[in-house]
């Protein structure tokens, strides 16, 4: 199997679709398959044999994809196409899949609904357009993917197939160093951490976690934001207003290695965010042995709940989030074996191997609906 994946961003610029795209590409390479990147020019993975078009600004958000790919994605023997984007992405994959007559896939990352701020004055007309929209594009796809099965029941009457499919987690964020981690963090050792890990952008809901950190009954525990985004000097305006500056880092965007050593280093993981779908970060701090407490949306929850994190509601106030934050807190026994229950079923889920294998699976089935 070839597959050529086409998305609309790419690494360095963080999000969990470019982080999904690498992820899913490493694993289905680590298991003898072939996978061709087609996005912006920025990627990381200059040396790896993708392909890169343009894009404004460089690296991420506007792809343009030329109209010889086709060409010279068959020259490389693509077997099928799949986009990571309903933008472009999705257009120039459907394009090319037509005129070969290939399977064509299409991954639905994000619940779009909780995006549609970013189109500021124009956002009443787009959050108008977007259902249409959606179902033309989800229609036309052989099958589409969701990270996880919330979200597939949520499009099951808007596409041919459905097949649920996540990203791989990295294991290397589970070996990390608690003490590097804390003293980066500048916490001292029995200080509560929380940790979150997230863009720092109004549909993750960062600032519900200030919230719950001022409604703790714990008020020595801190929070350290794992993260970067746009709302960085609101929150920042806000952890002062509220008093809560000796209780609050903000640790910035994270390398592995660095992510790694703040996972070790938190008593919990923490977020308030209701858009996620598969919600990576949670998955991953679930493989480093860390107990998430979080809305019960996502693949996340679907696979921890019920034994291997707290996740209150779909919408809990951060009222009810503190309340969890403060009983696991008040119980290292608990929190532990959450933990090691955590670490299992996410370790089960998804692992690089168990994610190529669905992925194959997905591919062999829309191959066999266009036979």
Not at 19 to 39: I, M, P, S, Y
Not at 250 to 264: E, I, K, P, R, T
């Amino acid at each position: 199997m070839h597959v050529a994946f086409l998305t609309d961003v790419a690494l360095p610029y963080v999000s969990g679709v470019t982080v999904a795209v690498k992820r899913q590409r490493d694993a289905l390479r680590a298991n003898g398959d072939e996978v061709t990147v087609v996005g912006p020019h920025g990627d990381v993975d200059i040396a790896q044999p993708d392909l890169h078009v343009p894009g404004a600004p460089a690296g991420y958000r506007i792809a343009m994809f030329a109209p010889g790919l086709g060409a010279r994605l068959a020259s490389r023997g693509v077997t099928s196409l799949h986009a990571h984007s309903v933008f472009g992405a999705s257009g120039a994959a459907l394009t090319i899949a037509r005129a070969r007559g290939l399977p064509f896939l299409l991954t639905l990352h994000t619940r779009l609904d909780e995006y549609v701020h970013y189109a500021k004055v124009a956002a009443p007309l787009a959050k108008m357009l977007l259902d249409p929209y959606l179902d033309a594009v989800l229609g036309s796809a052989d099958l589409v993917v969701a990270p996880c099965a919330e979200l597939a029941d949520e499009i099951h009457d808007r596409a041919r197939a459905v097949e649920v499919v996540a990203a791989p987690i990295e294991p290397l964020l589970a070996a990390g160093d608690a003490r590097r981690g804390r003293d980066a963090a500048g916490v001292a050792d029995g200080v509560p951490l929380l940790l979150s890990i997230s863009r720092l952008a109004l549909e993750k809901r960062v600032g519900d976690l200030l919230e719950l950190l001022a409604s703790l009954r714990r008020r020595d525990a801190v929070l350290a934001y794992a993260g970067a985004g746009p709302l960085r000097e609101e929150l920042g305006a806000r952890v002062g207003a509220l008093g809560l500056t000796d209780r609050v880092r903000f640790l910035g965007q994270l390398d592995s290695a660095a992510l790694a050593d703040a996972l070790a280093a938190a008593d919990l993981v923490v977020s308030a965010s209701r858009s996620e779908t598969q919600g990576l970060a949670l998955c991953e701090a679930a493989a480093a042995g860390r107990a998430v407490v979080a809305p019960r949306r996502g693949g996340y929850s679907e696979i921890l709940d019920g034994g291997a994190g707290l996740f209150p509601s779909a919408t809990p106030a951060p009222q009810e989030l503190a309340a969890c934050v403060d009983e696991l807190l008040d119980d290292d026994a608990r929190r532990t074996a959450l933990a090691k229950e955590a670490s299992t079923r996410a370790l089960a889920a998804w692992s690089p191997d168990a994610v190529a294998v669905a992925l194959r699976g997905a591919h062999e089935r829309a191959r066999r609906m266009r036979e």
